[in-house]
C-alpha cells in the first residue's frame, strides 16, 4: 500500500468514529435534530445488525466478516500494483467503513447510526458515515466495471 493510501485509510475511519462520537455525545438516543425541513434530520440511533437493522444479534459474525474483508482488501492493495488509483481508492473506501462499523461493534456492541434522509416523502433507513463511504467504493467499482473497456 502506499502511504497516501494508508493515510486516506486513517482519514476515513477517524472521521467516521468522530462524528459518531461527537453525535453520542451531543445527541441524545431517539434524538431527532432538523437540519433541512421535511428532508435532513440528525438522529442518533443504534443499530445491532446489518444494514437497516437486519440480522440483529450477529455482531459477533459482522465483526469476523468485516475483519476478514479488511485484512483481504489491504492484502489484495499491497499484491496488486495495476489497479488504477479509482479501483484502490474504492477499496479503501470499502475497507474504512468496514473497519469504522467494526470498531463500534467491538467497542459498544452496536453501530451508532445518524444520517436521516426523507426522499420524495420516504424515511430512509438512518446510516452512517461508514456506510457512506462502503456504498461510495462500492459505486466507483461497479462504475468501473460498467465504463472499463479493458
Known amino acids: 500500500m502506499k502511504i497516501r493510501e494508508i493515510v486516506l485509510l486513517i482519514l476515513t475511519i477517524a472521521l467516521d468514529q468522530f462524528s459518531k462520537y461527537y453525535v ?3 445527541v441524545a438516543l431517539h434524538e431527532s435534530i432538523e437540519v433541512i425541513k421535511d428532508f435532513f434530520y ?3 440511533t443504534r443499530n445491532t445488525g446489518a444494514a437497516w437493522s437486519m440480522l440483529e444479534g450477529f455482531g459477533v459474525v459482522f465483526i469476523i466478516l468485516a475483519g476478514c474483508v479488511s485484512a483481504g482488501i489491504i492484502y489484495y492493495l499491497i499484491k496488486d500494483k495495476k489497479l488504477s488509483e479509482w479501483e484502490r ?3 479503501i473506501f470499502v ?7 467494526m470498531i463500534d461493534r467491538i ?3 452496536y453501530v451508532i447510526d445518524f444520517l436521516n ?3 420524495f416523502g420516504y424515511d430512509y433507513p438512518v446510516f452512517n458515515i461508514a456506510d457512506s463511504f462502503l456504498v461510495i467504493g462500492v459505486a466507483i467499482l461497479i ?3 460498467v465504463f472499463n473497456k479493458e
Open 24 to 26: 453520542a455525545s451531543k
Open 42 to 44: 440528525i438522529t442518533h
Open 89 to 91: 481508492t474504492a477499496y
Open 95 to 101: 475497507c474504512g467503513g468496514a473497519i469504522g462499523n
Open 107 to 109: 467497542i459498544h456492541g
Open 117 to 119: 434522509f426523507y426522499i
Open 143 to 145: 462504475i468501473n466495471v
